[in-house]
């Protein structure tokens, strides 16, 4: 990793002992940027408790470093903060060695294995949305991060929905994803990463122990479906692989459809207008099931999901680790160096959105598609090798919610609008109190 001294030519804030710039950029994460960008311009360094990152800004350096089209910059290097609890997960992997393996877990997300999981999911969530008060406040946060994750436990595993299982791995999952986000990064008994080091050995072993019976009879649910998972040319993951790519695969699928989801329910609570219109569009599927034909004609749902993801991305910012020396906008960047991309500032910025801080799903409508105005301005899938590979699967979920919430109900805010807090991942503080009404 590149010294300071290494860095010294490249602009950025001067920085406190040892902390850095991490209580700013905690504190006001998006602000904290766009003032650095326009004190020093879209490339500047910053120092996140000790390490030094160069962050590099706009659509023009998310092109430059996810499409890589010389094998420049590491996944690898850059989520190096989730190796302990996730080695071994498409994230975790580069170039040749992850366009292999990306290659076996696509098999994973064919269509037809698609339309299983909506199947698998319909009656699930009908069931879980059932347990919902209505005409009675309470947490939208909490109560959709629980369902999504329930219903991942039949999804994503092909367990009972509530059975002791999955409320096991359930735990164990949640305190995975705390240890990913922990402070102190060794596991010292009792804290975070303690916990989570322990949630990863069980679900291994758990998930291990299932491997022979779902490669054998198969199943609609991911953790069969990768059992049997093989590339065009008959190539699987042994025992190891298939623990290390579903431990990902659930952790990527996890926080991040149920934060898009709170801002849209968020933002249609607060916009009655835009609701009258989902309401209607799902109205006109009827009563029938809602297939692939009837959510792909979801496109006014599909608006609203693309403005969440644009103003409140669960994934704001993609790091990666400079493989050799390169350079960017006129610096000499080393080897080594950590950097940094921010597509969560990139999709507030007025130079692709007007009036970017507003919502306005329409701005995606043909005739504006204001997101087309740079290959890399709409961005919280990421793009090139890594872009995210459950961006179909997270849109039918969300569809799924909306269609299946809207049929019978109309949300309202049971408090004030609340404030997102961005780092480390985004969420709403103080929760989503709302009510539901039945229609
Ligand atoms: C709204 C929902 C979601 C958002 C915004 C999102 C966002 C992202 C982003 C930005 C990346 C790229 C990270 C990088 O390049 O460093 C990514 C990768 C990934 N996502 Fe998602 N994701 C979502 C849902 C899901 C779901 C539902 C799944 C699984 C079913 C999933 C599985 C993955 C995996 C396995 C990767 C790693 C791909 C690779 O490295 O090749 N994601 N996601």
Request: hydrophobic share 40%; net charge neutral; proline share 7%.
């Amino acid at each position: 990793m590149p010294t300071k001294a290494a860095l010294a030519h490249i602009p950025g804030p001067p920085a406190l002992p040892v902390i850095g710039h991490t209580l700013q950029i905690v504190r006001d994460s998006y602000g904290t940027q766009q003032d650095y960008i326009a004190r020093y311009g879209s490339v500047y360094k910053t120092n996140m408790l000790g390490v030094w990152r160069v962050n590099l800004c706009g659509a023009e350096a998310m092109e430059r470093v996810l499409l890589d089209r010389e094998n420049l910059f590491s996944s690898e290097g850059g989520w190096d903060a989730l190796k302990r609890i996730y080695p071994g997960g498409l994230l975790l992997q580069d170039f040749d060695h992850h366009r292999a393996n990306r290659r076996i877990m696509q098999a994973a997300f064919r269509a037809s294995a698609i339309r299983d999981y909506r199947l698998r999911m319909t009656d699930a969530m009908g069931e879980l949305l059932d347990s919902w008060p209505a005409d009675a406040p309470f947490d939208f946060y909490k109560a959709i991060k629980d369902l999504t994750l329930r219903l991942g436990g039949a999804v994503f595993m092909g367990l009972p929905l509530d059975g002791a299982l999955a409320k096991q791995v359930n735990r164990a999952i949640q305190d995975e994803i705390r240890a990913s986000l922990a402070v102190i990064r060794w596991p010292i008994p009792g804290t975070p990463m303690w916990r989570g080091v322990r949630g990863r050995d069980f679900l291994r072993e758990t998930f291990r122990q299932m491997i022979p019976e779902r490669r054998a009879t198969g199943g609609d649910d991911f953790f069969s479906q990768m059992c049997l998972a093989r590339d065009e040319e008959g190539r699987g993951w042994d025992e190891d692989q298939i623990l290390d790519q579903f431990n990902l695969l659930i952790m990527a699928a996890h926080d991040t459809t149920a934060t898009a989801l709170s801002v849209m329910i968020e933002a249609l609570a607060s916009h009655p207008d835009w609701q009258d219109r989902l309401i209607n569009e799902v109205a006109g599927l009827g009563d029938g099931p809602l297939d692939g034909e009837a959510l792909a004609t979801m496109t006014q749902t599909n608006n609203v999901f693309r403005e969440a993801l644009r103003l409140v991305p669960p994934v704001p910012f993609i790091p990666r680790q400079a493989t050799r020396d390169f350079t960017w906008k006129g610096y000499d960047i080393p080897a080594g160096t950590s950097l940094a991309l921010n597509p969560g500032v990139t999709m507030l910025s007025p130079k692709h959105f007007s009036n970017p801080t507003t919502f306005d799903p329409d701005r995606y409508a043909p005739g504006r598609t204001e997101d087309k105005s740079h290959k890399f301005a709409w961005t919280p899938f990421g793009g090139g090798a890594h872009k995210c590979i459950g961006m179909h699967f997270s849109t039918l979920q969300v569809k799924l919610f909306i269609a299946t919430l809207l049929r019978s109900y109309r949300v309202e805010l049971a408090g004030p609008a609340p404030e997102w807090q961005r780092m480390p991942i985004p969420k709403p503080k103080g929760g989503l109190p709302i009510t539901l009404h039945r229609l």
